[in-house]
T-cell receptor, first 112, second 112 residues
Framework: QQQVKQSPQSLIVQKGGISIINCAYENTAFDYFPWYQQFPGKGPALLIAIRPDVSEKKEGRFTISFNKSAKQFSLHIMDSQPGDSATYFCAATGGSNYKLTFGKGTLLTVNP | KAGVTQTPRYLIKTRGQQVTLSCSPISGHRSVSWYQQTPGQGLQFLFEYFSETQRNKGNFPGRFSGRQFSNSRSEMNVSTLELGDSALYLC???????????FGQGTRLTVV
């Protein structure tokens, strides 16, 4: 059972554009939602994370929007750059369970 | 502060053999989790250790095992290797009071 659904699988954006990746979850016990960025040959790197008590969190060009009632959250990358080209994973965890449940990932390509 | 260190980076093993992977967490972190990453299944949780105790376990066969030492370093072992065990094995380190998980670069295991 896939508890975190991520879309799209792949995304191509022009330099300077906005990249949007969406995730939906099922488990209402989840209370922490991080996004990870992974480059080929590297481990996932924590990008930004949010808890359900806020609807939006911004760090630089990266913003998470969170909709608790819809059980959805999304990552927005403003002014996308070629260096942002990577695979992005959303994840969720909650309660005393420190297991991260990941989405399947989105391969982002930013064309120059 | 040094990051999460995984050794070795690459391994080639033959079906039926067993393998041990090592992970040194960020200094001061007592929680270590292991994940398997494959193109088909994505990132899947294997197990988590905290203060030498396994706190959570994913849906993997008993051939997959782990342990944590008093210095928080962790090892995972896979016995009777199968071709399907070929994957990137990732270790994540987490501090005691927060939930940010930081990943190492992984060990790429190839079973032939």
């Amino acid at each position: 059972q896939q508890q975190v659904k991520q879309s799209p699988q792949s995304l191509i954006v022009q330099k300077g554009g906005i990249s949007i990746i969406n995730c939906a979850y099922e488990n209402t016990a989840f209370d922490y939602f991080p996004w990870y960025q992974q480059f080929p040959g590297k481990g996932p790197a924590l990008l930004i994370a949010i808890r359900p008590d806020v609807s939006e969190k911004k760090e630089g060009r990266f913003t998470i929007s969170f909709n608790k009632s819809a059980k959805q959250f999304s990552l927005h990358i403003m002014d996308s750059q070629p260096g942002d080209s990577a695979t992005y994973f959303c994840a969720a965890t909650g309660g005393s369970n420190y297991k991260l449940t990941f989405g399947k990932g989105t391969l982002l390509t930013v064309n120059p | 502060k040094a990051g999460v260190t995984q050794t070795p980076r690459y391994l080639i093993k033959t079906r039926g053999q067993q393998v041990t992977l090592s992970c040194s967490p960020i200094s001061g972190h007592r929680s270590v989790s292991w994940y398997q990453q494959t193109p088909g299944q994505g990132l899947q949780f294997l197990f988590e250790y905290f203060s030498e105790t396994q706190r959570n376990k994913g849906n993997f066969p008993g051939r997959f095992s782990g342990r944590q030492f008093s210095n928080s370093r962790s090892e995972m072992n896979v016995s009777t290797l199968e071709l399907g065990d070929s994957a990137l094995y990732l270790c994540a380190s987490r501090g005691q009071e927060n939930t940010e998980a930081f990943f190492g670069q992984g060990t790429r295991l190839t079973v032939v």
